[in-house]
């Protein structure tokens, strides 16, 4: 899936992020709102982190003029921004649904 480009961004995000978790038992990762927050957050690093690596990657393209590669390369930048900007939007609405749930739990109304 991460093709030979791809393999140093997809081997250090696996080593960084999935290798940790081996031998432990993790349960359902989204058994709380808390624990998809959590998730959400380690996959908004994950794309910084390969949006950096891509962001090089794309210069030494350049630099050795390799015009597809390049072009692959900026569809790649495009995708990640594409999942940042999801994430963001992920993380607020998890944001929301914990202040609802805090709201309910707690039978009041909010503060005017």
């Known amino acids: 899936m991460c093709g030979d480009s791809g393999k140093m961004i997809c081997t250090r995000w696996y080593t960084q992020h999935m290798a940790p978790m081996e031998g432990h038992e993790l ?15 380690l996959l ?6 390969a949006q950096v690596e891509v962001d ?17 390369l900026r569809l ?14 992920s993380h607020r609405a998890l944001n929301d649904l914990r202040t609802l ?6 039978g009041g109304t909010p503060a005017s």
């Open 27 to 41: 349960g359902n990762p989204f058994d709380s709102i808390e624990s998809a927050q959590e998730f959400v957050r």
């Open 44 to 49: 908004t690093e994950a794309v910084a982190d």
């Open 56 to 72: 090089s990657l794309i210069a030494g393209a350049v630099e050795s003029n390799q015009a597809r590669r390049e072009e692959a």
């Open 101 to 106: 749930r805090r709201l309910l739990e707690g």
């Open 76 to 89: 790649v930048a495009h995708k990640l921004d594409q999942l940042r900007l999801h994430m963001s939007k």
